[in-house]
């Protein structure tokens, strides 16, 4: 995964963030079955993965605006390059090839903020069950 980019970044945070949910979740069932935790701990390590999860749904949130955001920065400077390409201004053929570029980083950013947008809704397997 990219880091060198704010959407990467925070792609990466999300990936974070998600991680340590499942690890809490995962602690959360071994703590409850192998060492007799009281209902407390019990308590406070679903409270904590659910933080964590919230947290990683906020990254994720974040990821995803800031692909679409950086999208329409690329269309932007794409329509600039075409613009000066048109206006005969410098090189046309390089505006030209720098306005495709654009473009193609423009749909690389819409399919990144589609795919986190679909990790955003895809089911949990550890996923605690709604209390009764």
Do not use: F, I, Y
Request: hydrophobic share 40%; proline share 3%; glycine share 6%.
């Amino acid at each position: 995964m990219e880091t060198e980019t704010p959407g990467g970044r925070a792609a990466a945070r999300a990936a974070e963030a998600a991680q340590r949910a499942h690890e809490l979740a995962e602690r959360r069932t071994h703590m409850g079955a192998e060492h007799g935790s009281s209902a407390d701990d019990l308590q406070q390590a679903q409270q904590r993965a659910a933080e964590a999860a919230a947290h990683a749904e906020v990254a994720l949130q974040r990821a995803v605006s800031g692909h679409r955001r950086a999208a329409e920065g690329h269309e932007a400077a794409a329509a600039a390059h075409e613009r000066a390409a048109e206006r005969g201004v410098g090189n046309a053929d390089e505006h030209r090839r720098r306005a495709a570029e654009h473009r193609r980083e423009a749909t690389a950013n819409r399919a990144a903020a589609t795919a986190d947008t679909q990790k955003g809704t895809a089911p949990q397997d550890d996923a605690p069950a709604p209390d009764a």
